[in-house]
Every structure is written in structure tokens, then in C-alpha cells.
């Protein structure tokens, strides 16, 4: 496999950055492997995947029920919410009974985040909004409260929005498991040899940069949109986890109920079958 392009699509957010330091770094063995980084927002790359595009990505839970014939879910990179999650905040304090009467704001129909909203409201009066402009769009009127991911979940005070509710909570009070938030998926085409090899690396990767937390802190601090570094060691710490470099047995379990209760809540269209590899 020497010389081979592996196309590795992530969002550009800080948890992904410090994911994938050792990599874009240099800090790590690729084996031969050039991996060519396509920093795009999740919902971006979820529909990339549905295309097919990407050798390996980021890719929401949700999304990936959509694409399990090209696709198998790696047993390292999830993003898991173990008793928190996206939040839904609002410029006032509202119940959650008030938000079915509003329209919110979210960062893509195909996240993880909006297929939640969906099993905990119900059907909800969505407009879709870059994730890193919900609370603007908020403010600004064109929405009555707003679905954060990332960094927003630990910075939406500071902007003076009030938390409606916390669906990682939600999901932990539901189920007694963790959210599963998004994972990384790889083409099945690859062969089973090429995704070993690529698998381990990204473990690796991941694995530096928990061993080597400070300086992938600070690299991932590019990523965080004005965040000081305390905020970003804590949301990377939020996100990259003992989950992170293995699902493990709740992990799996969290993603295989999430998936089922979205096929009988009608959001997803057939029943998924997940594969880890």
C-alpha cells in the first residue's frame, strides 16, 4: 500500500482537530498512506457520504443509517454525549412543552442532533442553519430557539441564551446509555486489509493525542472559534474519550438503540443493521 490517498474528511470543529493532530502533524507512522484532511461541517460530509465521496469521515449517527452498504462504522473516532449533548437554548427560559409551538433552528437535517430532537418533540418546525450561526440566527429573529452543537453547548451564556433542555440528558434519563453523536465511517471497497491498517491509525492517532494532551489542545484551539484553551481542553474532553478510541459494549448498544427507536419513530425509513469493523 505504499504512496495510497486516503481522502479523511472531519469538521472543523476542536474535537475532530484533536482527533486527527497526530496526523495532520505528522507525529504517527501512516505506513505509506498519505491522508488528504477535508475540513468541512458535519452536515457537509454527511451528504458527501450519501455520494459516496470519501474514503473516510466524520459522519453523524444518524446519517449513517442511509449509507450501510458503502459504509462500515470504524470502532474508534465516535463522539459520544454520556449524560450530556446538543442543547436547545432559547433567548428566554420556555418549558419543554413550549418548544413544539417553535421553530428551531439546526445544523442539518441528516445530524444526530435533529434525529434526537425528532424522538424527544416529536414533529418539529426546523429551518436549517450553519452550526456556528444558530445563536445569531436566533437573535436575530428567524428562529425562536436554536439546536447547538459543538463549542456552542459550553459558550451560549455568554451570549446571554437560556438552556431548554439538554438532549444528552434526555437520551441518559431515557435509556441509561450515552448519545452516540457521530463516528467515523469507512468505505467498505477498501478491502479488509487497507481498513485495518487505516483503523489502526486513526486509533493511533487519537491515542497521541491523549498522551500528548496539551500540545493537541492548542492545535485544536485553531478550530475552536475563539475559545481560550481551559474551554477547549474541556470540550475536547467532553467528546474525546475512553469512547473515542473504543465504542465498547454501552457505546454500541447506545448506537444500535438510537438507530432502532429512529426506524419506529418513522425518521428513518428501514431498519439498520450495523456493522463495526
Not at 27 to 39: S, V
Not at 104 to 128: F, H, K, N, Q, S
Not at 151 to 164: C, D, H, I, W
Request: proline letters at 5%; one cysteine or more.
Amino acid at each position: 500500500m505504499p504512496d495510497r490517498e486516503i481522502t479523511l474528511g472531519h469538521s472543523p470543529d476542536p474535537d475532530d482537530a484533536f482527533m486527527f493532530y497526530a496526523l495532520a502533524d505528522s507525529k504517527i507512522d501512516t505506513q505509506g498512506l498519505r491522508f488528504r484532511h477535508i475540513i468541512e461541517d458535519i452536515e457537509t460530509l454527511n451528504r458527501r457520504v450519501m455520494n459516496a465521496e470519501l474514503d473516510v469521515t466524520a459522519v453523524s449517527i444518524y446519517a449513517y443509517a442511509y449509507v450501510l452498504d458503502e459504509y462500515a462504522l470504524l470502532q474508534s473516532g465516535a463522539s459520544m454525549g454520556d449524560d450530556y449533548g446538543p442543547l436547545v437554548v432559547a433567548p428566554n427560559p420556555m418549558t419543554v412543552n413550549e418548544l413544539r409551538g417553535c421553530r428551531i433552528a439546526v445544523p442539518g437535517l441528516m445530524t444526530t442532533a435533529y434525529l434526537t430532537l425528532r424522538l424527544c418533540l416529536g414533529e418539529v418546525d426546523a429551518v436549517v442553519i450553519p452550526f456556528d450561526q444558530i445563536m445569531d440566527a436566533v437573535s436575530e429573529g428567524k428562529a425562536d430557539a436554536g439546536l447547538l452543537i459543538h463549542e456552542g453547548q459550553l459558550t451560549y451564556t455568554a451570549r446571554g441564551f437560556s438552556k431548554v433542555i439538554d438532549l444528552g440528558q434526555w437520551w441518559k434519563a431515557e435509556t441509561g446509555l450515552p448519545l452516540p453523536l457521530g463516528g467515523n465511517a469507512i468505505k467498505k471497497s477498501l478491502g479488509p486489509d487497507l481498513i485495518r491498517t487505516v483503523s489502526d491509525i486513526l486509533r493511533e492517532s487519537i491515542e497521541y493525542g491523549l498522551a500528548n494532551r496539551k500540545i493537541a489542545v492548542r492545535h485544536a484551539m485553531a478550530y475552536g472559534r475563539g475559545m481560550e484553551e481551559g474551554l477547549t481542553d474541556k470540550f475536547v474532553g467532553m467528546y474525546v474519550n475512553d469512547y473515542t478510541i473504543d465504542y465498547g459494549e454501552r457505546g454500541r448498544e447506545g448506537v444500535r438503540l438510537l438507530l432502532d427507536r429512529g426506524f419506529k419513530a418513522g425518521v428513518i425509513p428501514t431498519p439498520v443493521n450495523l456493522e463495526f469493523v
